[in-house]
């Protein structure tokens, strides 16, 4: 079974820009989390979509957004790039039978300059 | 605000000896508890997980206890290798099932297991 797969894998930016990352889940998962990594402040929770809707919301401001196509296949936008983006963004998915466990890409390594 | 802690950022072990990290929370709604572990340039990897009504679950050289009176659970790793070297994150999530993709992580603890 293939695993969850984002790109891009790296990406610089210049702030003021904008990012669009992309998750293809685990076949059969229809659940997608983003997480956002830094040093400072660990695993942060972004949005979750399940079936094209968004279920729950972290403690992002507007300029992060997300969403979820038919495939489940997700995206992540940033707008408006500011410095303190640069972070690692994780993908999670999940097929809601395997209570609270999440399958993590490895991630997008967005640096903005 | 953070829910869920980590108070020790590193901890170093000898090979063979018992690894016990250990995770405080604050929010009583959380009712999941979740360790995964992470290696550079990887995502996290599920390791076992427990749910507040249980107060151990055990899965191969891995334990997980959980005090829901004093909000703390540990993970515990008997016998640790070197191979368990890595970044252990302790997560939890709460509101029964309409949140598993949501869950709150610790700052994460540093386990080096030397041989």
């Known amino acids: 079974k293939a695993g969850v797969t984002q790109t891009p894998r790296y990406l610089i930016k210049t702030r003021g820009q904008q990012v669009t990352l992309s998750c293809s889940p685990i076949?059969?998962?229809?659940?997608v989390s983003w997480y956002q990594q830094t040093p400072g402040q660990g695993l942060q929770f972004l949005f979750e979509?399940?079936?094209?809707?968004?279920?729950n919301k972290g403690n992002f401001p507007g300029r992060f957004s997300g969403r979820q196509f038919s495939n489940s296949r997700s995206e992540m936008n940033v707008s408006t790039l500011e410095l303190g983006d640069s972070a690692l963004y994780l993908c999670?998915?999940?097929?809601?039978?395997?209570?609270?466990?999440?399958?993590f890409g490895e991630g997008s390594r967005l640096t903005v300059l | 605000d953070q829910q869920v802690k980590q108070n020790s950022p590193s901890l170093s072990v000898q090979e063979g000896r018992i690894s016990i990290l250990n995770c405080d929370y604050t929010?009583?709604?959380?009712?999941?508890f979740l360790w995964y572990k992470k290696y550079p340039a990887e995502g996290p990897t599920f390791l076992i997980s427990?749910?507040?009504?249980?107060d151990k679950n055990e899965d191969g050289r891995f334990t997980v206890f959980l005090n829901k009176s004093a909000k703390h659970l540990s993970l515990h790793i008997v016998p640790s290798q070197p191979g368990d070297s890595a970044v252990y994150f302790c997560?939890?999530?709460?509101?029964?099932?309409?949140?598993?993709?949501?869950?709150?992580f610790g700052q994460g603890t540093i386990l080096t297991v030397h041989p």
């Open positions: 427990i749910s507040s009504i249980k």
């Open positions: 979509y399940f079936s094209e809707t968004q279920r």
């Open positions: 929010n009583s709604m959380f009712d999941y």
């Open positions: 999670a998915t999940s097929d809601y039978r395997n209570t609270g466990e999440l399958f």
């Open positions: 997560a939890a999530s709460g509101t029964g099932g309409t949140s598993y993709g949501k869950l709150t």
């Open positions: 076949s059969g998962h229809r659940s």
